[in-house]
């Protein structure tokens, strides 16, 4: 019987080792998973540490360490590119705009010089593509300021005022585009805890977008939620064309004089501000729906 009682002990011995051991790997596993989340939420070059005297643990952090290093290696290089790129095309947009402006100007004088019709027929295709090319241009240089600079200050503001001046900016070109808009606005202020620059920014290029592609009408609807809709007949797009207006540089027939980076500022400026937009296109209609939800 001793011995009968001697191997009990010895079980129970080698239960406990084992259950200890099991508890010892997983508290080696949760360090290591919390200090990942950790080194993927932050910015650092912290290496992982670990209690745990298990050498297959050990070796575990240590590959872990070897490919973090080399994960932040590359993201720095990454960022580093893409911030000088950024740069690249905010100079190249900015020393565009110089000669453009100068061309235009003197095409402005050449209206006060007489001329044959041949070529005054010449010099206003030179005038329309040097606008068009100027205000691409402008767009492309607005692009790289807005995915470079970080987010603005956010104050509380009412949707229906800032909604209401927009479209008020954007009256004479509406009626110099022979479009009557249909609006819809509640009487009760909507509040949201937004920044006023990229608000006004969100809402001029929705509604630059709809003065492209419309066919005549433009219908702006905002419901007490905050929802808004945007909605005009665009008789040139098509449903995959509507998915797609806010890849950049996307443009479709009816907008060739547009960059196709209107929409994708207003997506990047809205999803910074934690909101959602998108497009839709139904029976020769394309909506486009704003919501920045209430904190």
């Not at 001697?6 to 079980?11: F, R």
């Not at 360490?65 to 190249?92: H, T, V």
């Not at 009816?254 to 809205?270: C, D, H, V």
Request: proline share 2%; net charge neutral.
């Amino acid at each position: 019987m001793i011995w009968f009682s001697c191997l009990h002990i010895l079980l129970f011995l080698i239960v406990f080792a084992l259950l200890f051991k099991i508890a010892a790997l997983h508290r080696a596993a949760g360090q290591i998973r919390w200090q990942l989340l950790s080194w993927f939420d932050s910015d650092t070059n912290v290496s992982l540490t670990l209690s745990s005297r298990d050498r297959h643990m050990r070796r575990l952090a240590a590959d872990l360490n070897r490919e973090l290093r080399r994960l932040r290696a590359m993201r720095l290089k990454f960022e580093q590119g893409d911030r000088e790129l950024k740069e690249s095309i905010a100079n190249l947009s900015h020393d565009l705009r110089t000669p453009l402006t100068a061309i235009l100007g003197y095409l402005d004088l050449l209206d006060y010089v007489e001329k044959p019709e041949q070529v005054e027929r010449y010099l206003s295709m030179i005038r329309n593509r040097s606008e068009v090319l100027k205000q691409q241009t402008e767009e492309l240089f607005g692009y790289s300021i807005v995915k470079s600079a970080p987010e603005g200050e956010a104050a509380l503001l009412s949707l229906n005022y800032i909604l209401e001046e927009s479209l008020a900016s954007y009256y004479g070109a509406m009626t110099q585009a022979g479009i009557t808009p249909e609006i819809s606005i509640p009487e009760q202020a909507v509040m949201r805890c937004l920044n006023r620059s990229s608000l006004t920014r969100i809402f001029g290029n929705i509604i630059g977008n709809a003065l492209k592609y419309s066919s005549g009408d433009l219908s702006v609807i905002m419901a007490k939620d905050g929802t808004i809709v945007f909605s005009n007949r665009a008789d040139g797009l098509d449903p995959v064309s509507a998915g797609r207006l806010f890849d950049r540089y996307y443009t479709v027939t009816s907008g060739k004089q547009s960059s196709g980076l209107g929409l994708s500022i207003a997506k990047l400026l809205t999803e910074r501000m934690d909101g959602k937009i998108s497009a839709d296109y139904r029976e020769g209609r394309l909506s486009i729906t704003l919501h920045f939800p209430e904190v």
